[in-house]
C-alpha cells in the first residue's frame, strides 16, 4: 500500500500533457491539447488533454480519466502499478513512510519469505518429476487424475516425500533459516527443539498472488486415515491472507478479462480440469467462505460471475449466505447446479470446453431466483419455514446497491413465492434504511439548514429513476461542494457558529429522505462524498478525478471535461456563475426541489396506474392508494409554491 502523502507527491509530480506526449502526439488548441486518440482509430483527433484540470478526455470513444488512468489503460496496469509506474518516471521514490529499523526489518522479513515460498516450489516441483517417490506417488495421483504433464506445470504442482523432515532438513541445508521455515508454515517446530514437514506426504498445489509470486501451499494428503486432514492449507504468515486470495487468479486474469467472467468453484482441482478443458477464466475460493477482499479481486476483472456447484453438494445451503456479499458489491451473479454426482473436476474431463459451456448457458439461473426455489423446496407447505425463507430472501436481495435490479427480483420473488409486491418492498427497504442509519448521524448538524428544508418524502416512495437530476446534483457537488452555503449565528456555547457547505447541505437533504440514486455511479460518488465529509473535510475533485474506480473516474472526468449544462428549470437568458455564493444558495435548494418533485410526480403516476387496475370490490386497496395519492398531491402543491417554474 502507498501512503496517501505520496500518492499526492506523484500525482502533483505527474504532468499530465508531458506523460500523454510520450505516447501521442499533441498540438496546442487555447489552453488545452488536442491529439488522435490512442485507444481508437480515428482520421480526426478528438482526444483533448486539459492540463488545467489534470485530465484527458476522448470525445470519440469516450475513454477518460487522470494522468494515472491513462498509465494504466496505456500501459494495461493496475492502479498500484501505474502509480509506481509515474513514480519512476518523476524519480518519487515510493515508500509508506520513512521506515523505523522493525519497519525495515519487517520488509526484508516479508522478501525472505517470498523467497522460502519459491525455493519450496521448485523442491516440491522437482521431487515430483524427478524423485522415484515423487514420480510413483505424486506423479502418478495427478495422472490419474487425468492432468497433462503442461497442465502440471503451469500450476507448477509438486509433491512432499513422506518422510517427516525432508524438506525442511534439505531447506536448511540449502541455507534458508529454520526461523523463516517456521514463519511461512513450511515447518513445524516443537517444544524441545525439534521439526517436521507441514505437508509431508501430500501432493502440492502451491496458491500464488496476482503477479505471479508462490505466497502459500495447498497440501492433499494421498492416505484414507481419517486423522488427517484431507487438505491442508499454509496457516496466516506476513505473505500469505488466505482471506485475500483465489486459486487460480494469476493464472485466469487474462481470460477473465477477455471473457468478461468469471466462473467460481470450490477446489483446485476444478479450477486445474476446468483450465486442461480450455476454459481458464476460473477460479476458486479453496473451500473458505468468501470474503469482501476476494469478491473485489474479481471486481477488478469483470462484474460477471458464474458460480458451479456441485450436483450431490449438501454445502449449498451454508455457502449461501456468502454469496451475499457478492451481490453487496454490485456483481451480476449466475448459479449453475451440475448434474447429480458431478463436480466442476469430473464434469471438465468428461466434457470438451464446448459442451461444458453449453450445459452452463442452458443451466444458469440468477443466484436470487435459485435460492428461492431451493428453499421453497424445502420450506414446502411450512409456514414457519416460509416466514424465514421471505426474511432470507430479503435479505439478500436488500444488500443489491442497483435499485432496478433490486426491483426486478422482487417481482420474481413475489412471483415465486405469491407473496405481494408491496410487501417485499416494504421489507427490503426496512433493510435498507437500517444500513444508512450511520451515515445520517455522522452528516451534517441536526437542524442546521432547516428553514430551507423541503418538505419530507413518505417512506414508501423508492426506485424512481431521474438520472438529469441525479446528475445536476453531482455536477454541484463536484463543481462546489466544499463552498460555504450558509452560515448560521446560534445560541450555543459549544458552537455559536455553524457553517453549512453545499455538499453538507445537499447530502443531509438526499438522506433526510432516504432517497437513492438509481445510476449506480453517481450513487457511488454521492455514498463516498457522504462518508468523506462525515470523516472529515469536504473531498476536492481531484480524490475523484483519481479515484482508483475507474466508473467513478471517467464519470467526474465526463462531468468536468464538458461545461455543465443547467437543466430547463433555470432562466434560459441567466448566465449564472457557478462560484457566485447568491446564485448557488438559490440553486442548490431549487435543484434539490426539481429532483423531488420529479420523484414525486412519477410516484403518483405509478399509483394512478395501480389504481386503474384495481376492481371496484377491491375497497382495501383502492382506499389506500387514494389516501397516498392525497398525500403526495399535497406535497406536491407545497413543493411546487417554492419553484419559479418547473418543467419536468
Not at 491529439?35 to 470519440?60: A, D, L, Q, R, Y
Not at 520513512?98 to 519487517?106: C, D, I, R, V
Not at 442546521?448 to 438529469?468: M, N
Amino acid at each position: 500500500m502507498i501512503d496517501q502523502h505520496v500518492v499526492d507527491r506523484i500525482i502533483a509530480a505527474s504532468d499530465i500533457v508531458e506523460v500523454v506526449q510520450d505516447y501521442i502526439s499533441l498540438r496546442k488548441r487555447g489552453v488545452n491539447y488536442l491529439g488522435h486518440c490512442p485507444f481508437h482509430n480515428e482520421k480526426t483527433p478528438s482526444f483533448t488533454v486539459s492540463p488545467s484540470k489534470g485530465i484527458f478526455k476522448c470525445f470519440g470513444c469516450g475513454k477518460g480519466g487522470s494522468v494515472v488512468n491513462f498509465v494504466m489503460e496505456i500501459e494495461h496496469l493496475n492502479y498500484v502499478e501505474a502509480l509506481k509506474f509515474l513514480a519512476k518516471k518523476y524519480s518519487i521514490e515510493v515508500v509508506e513512510k520513512e521506515a523505523t529499523p522493525e519497519e525495515m526489518e519487517q520488509r526484508n522479513e516479508r522478501e525472505s519469505l517470498m523467497v522460502v515460498n519459491a525455493y519450496a516450489q521448485r523442491y516440491f516441483s522437482d521431487i515430483l518429476l524427478k524423485h522415484s517417490d515423487g514420480k510413483n506417488i505424486g506423479l502418478a495421483y495427478f495422472k490419474e487424475r487425468g492432468f497433462h504433464t503442461n497442465t502440471i506445470e503451469k500450476f507448477q504442482l509438486g509433491y512432499c516425500l513422506e518422510q517427516r523432515d525432508a524438506f525442511t532438513r534439505s531447506a536448511v541445508h540449502d541455507g534458508y533459516k529454520l526461523d523463516n521455515l517456521v514463519k511461512t508454515g513450511l515447518s513445524i517446530q516443537r517444544d524441545d527443539g525439534s521439526t517436521f514437514d507441514r505437508f509431508a506426504g501430500r501432493v502440492m498445489f502451491p496458491i500464488h498472488s496476482l503477479s505471479g509470486r508462490v505466497i502459500g501451499f495447498g497440501g492433499r494428503i494421498l492416505k484414507t486415515d481419517k486423522k488427517f486432514a484431507k487438505y491442508l492449507n499454509s496457516p496466516e504468515s506476513e505473505v500469505y491472507h488466505k482471506s485475500e486470495v483465489l486459486y487460480g487468479i494469476y493464472q485466469a486474469k487474462k481470460s477473465i478479462t477477455q471473457e468478461n467472467r468469471c466462473f467460481l468453484v470450490e477446489g483446485y482441482t476444478d479450477v486445474i480440469s476446468m483450465h486442461q478443458a480450455g476454459i481458464e477464466n476460473v477460479v476458486a475460493s479453496s473451500g473458505t467462505s468468501l470474503t469482501h477482499d476476494q469478491i473485489k479481486l474479481i471486481k477488478r476483472f469483470t462484474p460477471n460471475v458464474t458460480i458451479l456447484y456441485d450436483g450431490d453438494s449438501a454445502g449449498i445451503k451454508a455457502s449461501l449466505r456468502g454469496i451475499d456479499l457478492v451481490l453487496e458489491e454490485g456483481l451480476n451473479v449466475k448459479v449453475v447446479l451440475l448434474p447429480d454426482g458431478e463436480d466442476p473436476d469430473s464434469f471438465a474431463r468428461s466434457h470438451s470446453a464446448t459442451q461444458l459451456l453449453e450445459y452452463i448457458a442452458k443451466s444458469e439461473t440468477d443466484f436470487i431466483k435459485f435460492k428461492t426455489r431451493l428453499l421453497l423446496d424445502e420450506a414446502k407447505n411450512d409456514p414457519i419455514q416460509r416466514a424465514n425463507l421471505i426474511t432470507d430472501i430479503v435479505r439478500s436481495i436488500s444488500v443489491i446497491p442497483e435499485t432496478i435490479t433490486r426491483s426486478v427480483y422482487i417481482k420474481e420473488c413475489s412471483r415465486l413465492m405469491d407473496i405481494k409486491e408491496e410487501l417485499l418492498y416494504s421489507e427490503v427497504t426496512n433493510h435498507r434504511k437500517k444500513k444508512f442509519e450511520q451515515l445520517i448521524q455522522h452528516g451534517t448538524p441536526a437542524g442546521a439548514v432547516k428553514e430551507r428544508e423541503t418538505p419530507k418524502l413518505p417512506s414508501y416512495i423508492s426506485g424512481i429513476y431521474c438520472e438529469e437530476q441525479e446528475r445536476e446534483i453531482i455536477a454541484f457537488l463536484l463543481n462546489s461542494g466544499d463552498k460555504e452555503l450558509f452560515h448560521h449565528t446560534t445560541d450555543s456555547l459549544d458552537d455559536p457558529e455553524i457553517s453549512i457547505t453545499v455538499a453538507q447541505y445537499v447530502i443531509d437533504e438526499i438522506m433526510n429522505d432516504e432517497l437513492e440514486f438509481q445510476n449506480l455511479v453517481f450513487k457511488k460518488i454521492f455514498d463516498e462524498y457522504g462518508k468523506l465529509i462525515a470523516e472529515g473535510p469536504v473531498p476536492d475533485n481531484r480524490h475523484f478525478i483519481n479515484h482508483p474506480d475507474s466508473q467513478i473516474s471517467q464519470l467526474v472526468v465526463d462531468i468536468l471535461s464538458t461545461r455543465h449544462r443547467l437543466s430547463r428549470i433555470w432562466d434560459n437568458n441567466s448566465t449564472p456563475d457557478g462560484n457566485d455564493i447568491n446564485f448557488l444558495q438559490h440553486a442548490i435548494p431549487k435543484a434539490i426541489q426539481v429532483y423531488k418533485s420529479k420523484v414525486l410526480k412519477t410516484a403518483i403516476k405509478r399509483l394512478m396506474d395501480d389504481l386503474t387496475n384495481l376492481k371496484s370490490d377491491q375497497k382495501d386497496e383502492i382506499n389506500d392508494i387514494l389516501g397516498k395519492l392525497n398525500q403526495l398531491n399535497d406535497l406536491m402543491n407545497r413543493m411546487s409554491k417554492d419553484l419559479d417554474r418547473v418543467i419536468l
